[in-house]
């Protein structure tokens, strides 16, 4: 438990727990994806199973139990996933045979990722066992939010907050300081996501910048042409353009500001200076409409296009002094 970095509140109330005994028999790991959520779960299990623990509530990571919880294939943890959009009730019954179980000897553990994605009938059928598990048996369900876990659930289980990341250890993981950090809002999973589409990123500030320097706003489609019939790249492109949006919108009201895009400074400029505080707030609906285009499958391209266009009678009334 001592390699995972940040949410060290929750890492000091379970090893608390840990040393006294008194770890709930079902828990409920709450916050976004991205902050550690998992790897805090099987890092609990990995103490229980560890064949050498420390005097300081860690596990060992040498022995045998130990590299098979870092392989997540020990035969004392059962991890749990929806099927399809939710979880089953075939999956709950699973779960009630694992634990009737006692071939293994040691604690028995069952992680549920997407807790909050349980059918009724599912969560109905693994109340009793949840409420309370056999001897040396743990549940730990994980959710981003309360609100989403049927209140049957939630009632029978101890709830554990988890926070975003805290900028220092992001850097600290990925070992950088630029935009990364400032957008992926302290979660892990979404900056290595980010990272990931850097290529995808200059393309959209590609099309931004020939927009800027073109008669024509055909030049700038032309350079999301290729991608934005992708969903994945069309909802990617939509959250970046929100972002610079933002960024530019901030600019605008309090100059010198810090932003997130810092490495587009004067693609920034260009903007605050060619456009108002309405044109703007005008382009961040824009971007929010092109993330609910893809969610509704609507033409993309068509919209992408309708989009520049509009950008570009903006900057001519602004020549024409409109």
């Given amino acids: 438990m001592s390699m995972i970095q940040g949410q060290d509140a929750v890492k000091k109330k379970l090893l608390t727990a840990i040393e006294k005994k ?3 028999s079902s828990m409920l790991f709450l916050g976004p994806s991205g902050v550690g959520k998992q790897m805090m779960a099987w890092a609990v299990a990995q103490i229980f199973l560890c064949e050498n623990p420390s005097s300081s509530q860690e596990a060992c990571g040498q022995c045998g139990n130990c590299h098979r919880v870092a392989l997540h294939q020990n035969e004392n943890i059962l991890f749990v996933e929806p099927r399809g ?6 999956q709950s019954r699973q779960m009630i045979e694992f634990f009737s179980s006692r071939l293994w000897g ?6 549920i990722n997407e807790a909050h994605r349980f059918n009724v009938q599912a969560a109905n059928a693994l109340l009793k066992v949840l409420e309370e598990p056999p001897p040396e ?15 049957t659930i939630r009632s029978r289980t101890q709830v554990f907050p988890f926070g975003t990341l805290p900028k220092k250890t992001l850097q600290s993981l990925l070992q950088r300081t630029d935009w990364v950090i400032e957008a992926a809002h302290g979660r892990m999973d979404l900056a290595q996501t980010l990272l990931e589409k850097e290529e995808w990123r200059q393309v959209v500030f590609g099309a931004l910048q020939e927009l800027l320097k073109t008669t024509s706003p055909r030049k700038a489609y032309a350079a999301l042409e290729e991608n934005i019939r992708d969903s994945e790249f069309a909802l990617f492109a939509a959250q970046v353009l929100q972002l610079f949006f933002r960024d530019v919108f901030l600019r605008k009201r309090v100059p010198g500001c810090s932003v997130i895009h810092k490495d587009q400074e004067s693609l920034l400029q260009a903007f605050v200076q060619t456009f108002s505080i309405e044109d703007i707030l005008t382009f961040f609906q824009q971007a929010i409409n092109l993330e609910k285009a893809v969610h509704s499958h609507w033409d993309k391209g068509l919209f992408m296009d309708q989009w520049l266009h509009q950008i570009e009678d903006l900057r001519t009334h602004q020549r024409e002094g409109v």
């Fill in 137 to 151: 048996s743990y549940f730990i369900l994980l959710a981003p939010t309360k609100a989403g876990v049927l209140p």
């Fill in 22 to 24: 008194r770890l709930p």
């Fill in 85 to 90: 959009t939710a979880i089953q009730v075939e």
């Fill in 106 to 111: 040691k604690a028995r553990f069952i992680i």
